[in-house]
Nanobody
Framework: QVQVVESGGGLVQPGGSLRLSCVVS????????MAWYLQAPGKQRELVAR???????YYADFKKGRFTISRDNGKKTIYLQMNSVEPEDTAVYYC????????WGRGTQVTVSS
């Protein structure tokens, strides 16, 4: 069974940067579209960005320009580089396939606060 483990979150000041990582296990390769999602307090989980096995990307409009999704297929790892973070970026960040499966990881908490 494919599983993911997200990491890299933490407390960051507004304007700072974070790099999230998602390691995929349970498969010899990751030949799927992978994505990052976020769930802000009191809100539903929503798509941040997705990337196909060839590196083509798509970003949700509300995060475009500040976040960059990337992947290392050999390491079975998906990344989310977050720059110029804002308090509104505070959320739990998850990775999953796109469209998402029912199997979610624990996510990684990102808190943007001064």
């Amino acid at each position: 069974q494919v599983q993911v483990v997200e990491s890299g979150g933490g407390l960051v000041q507004p304007g700072g940067s974070l790099r999230l990582s998602c390691v995929v296990s349970g498969s010899d390769s990751i030949p799927w579209i992978m994505a990052w999602y976020l769930q802000a307090p009191g809100k539903q989980r929503e798509l941040v960005a997705r990337i196909n096995p060839f590196g083509n990307t798509y970003y949700a409009d509300f995060k475009k320009g500040r976040f960059t999704i990337s992947r290392d297929n050999g390491k079975k790892t998906i990344y989310l580089q977050m720059n110029s973070v804002e308090p509104e970026d505070t959320a739990v960040y998850y990775c999953n396939k796109f469209p998402p499966t029912a199997s979610w990881g624990r996510g990684t908490q990102v808190t943007v606060s001064s």
